[in-house]
C-alpha cells in the first residue's frame, strides 16, 4: 500500500458526460500528480500541483482540468468526453515538487467510456 | 525532449534464469532514473532509483540495476527469476533542471516490458 488514496476505482460513463476523479496523497507528501495509461500511449504525464499551486503541465487536453484543495487532496476533472479517454488514470503523490523525489503512485482509477 | 527506451516489450525467461530488462534514456545530463514495477490491476511501484551516488543501485525484490553514462543506459537486472517477478516493469526519468527551485518532478515513462517466468 503506497499510502495514496484514489476514488473510484472503476468508473463506467457515456461520451460527452463529465466526470471527477478523486486522490488523497500520502500523509507528508505536498506534491499531486496525474497520469493516464492507455494502451495506444502508454504513460502520459498530465499535470503536477504543489501545495495548491500548479507547477508542471504535461500532455493534459483542454477538456481536463485538475486542482489541489488545501487540505491538499486533488481532483481530476474529465469533460466532453470521449471513446479515447477510456483510460487508467493514475494520481502520485511526493513529498517535495523536485527531480528525484521519490514518486508514490495509487491503484489508479479505471475509466470506461462507452 | 527527453525520453525514455526500454527494448523488448516482452521478455520471456525461466525460472531460475538471470532477469534482465533493458533501459536507455536520451538527454546528454545524466537524469535522475528510476524503475517501477506494475503487477495486473495494480498501481505502480518503485523498484529502486538513481540520484548520483552510487552507480549500482539495489532495490527492493532482489532487482538492481546499473548506471552508464557511457552508454546513456540504466539496465534492470535481478541473477534468479522467480514466478512472482512476472509483470511489467517500467523505466522512467526526471530531469535535473539547473536550479532546484526550477525543477519539476514529473517522470517520463518508457513504453513497459512485460516479463513472463516460464516454470
Known amino acids: 500500500d503506497s499510502g495514496v488514496t484514489q476514488t473510484p476505482k472503476h468508473l463506467i460513463t457515456a461520451t460527452g458526460q463529465r466526470v471527477t476523479l478523486r486522490c488523497s496523497p500520502r500523509s507528508g507528501d505536498l506534491s499531486v500528480y496525474w497520469y493516464q495509461q492507455s494502451l495506444d500511449q502508454g504513460l502520459q504525464f498530465l499535470i503536477q500541483y504543489y501545495n495548491g499551486e500548479e507547477r508542471a503541465k504535461g500532455n493534459i487536453l483542454e477538456r481536463f482540468s485538475a486542482q489541489q484543495f488545501p487540505d491538499l487532496h486533488s481532483e481530476l476533472n474529465l469533460s466532453s468526453l470521449e471513446l479515447g479517454d477510456s483510460a487508467l488514470y493514475f494520481c502520485a503523490s511526493s513529498v517535495g515538487p523536485y527531480s528525484g523525489n521519490t514518486i508514490y503512485f495509487g491503484e489508479g482509477s479505471w475509466l470506461t467510456v462507452v | 525532449a527527453q525520453s525514455v527506451t526500454q527494448l523488448g516489450s516482452h521478455v520471456s525467461v525461466s525460472e531460475g534464469a538471470l532477469v534482465l530488462l533493458r533501459c536507455n534514456y536520451s538527454s546528454s545530463v545524466p537524469p535522475y532514473l528510476f524503475w517501477y514495477v506494475q503487477y495486473p490491476n495494480q498501481g505502480l511501484q518503485l523498484l529502486l532509483k538513481y540520484t548520483s551516488a552510487a552507480t549500482l543501485v539495489k532495490g527492493i525484490n532482489g532487482f538492481e540495476a546499473e548506471f552508464k553514462k557511457s552508454e546513456t543506459s540504466f539496465h534492470l537486472t535481478k541473477p534468479s527469476a522467480h514466478m512472482s517477478d512476472a509483470a511489467e516493469y517500467f523505466c522512467?526519468?526526471?530531469?535535473?533542471?539547473?536550479?532546484?527551485?526550477?525543477?519539476?518532478?514529473?517522470?517520463?515513462f518508457g513504453k513497459g516490458t512485460k516479463l513472463s517466468v516460464k516454470p
Open positions: 522512467a526519468v526526471s530531469d535535473r533542471a539547473r536550479n532546484y527551485g526550477g525543477s519539476q518532478g514529473n517522470l517520463i
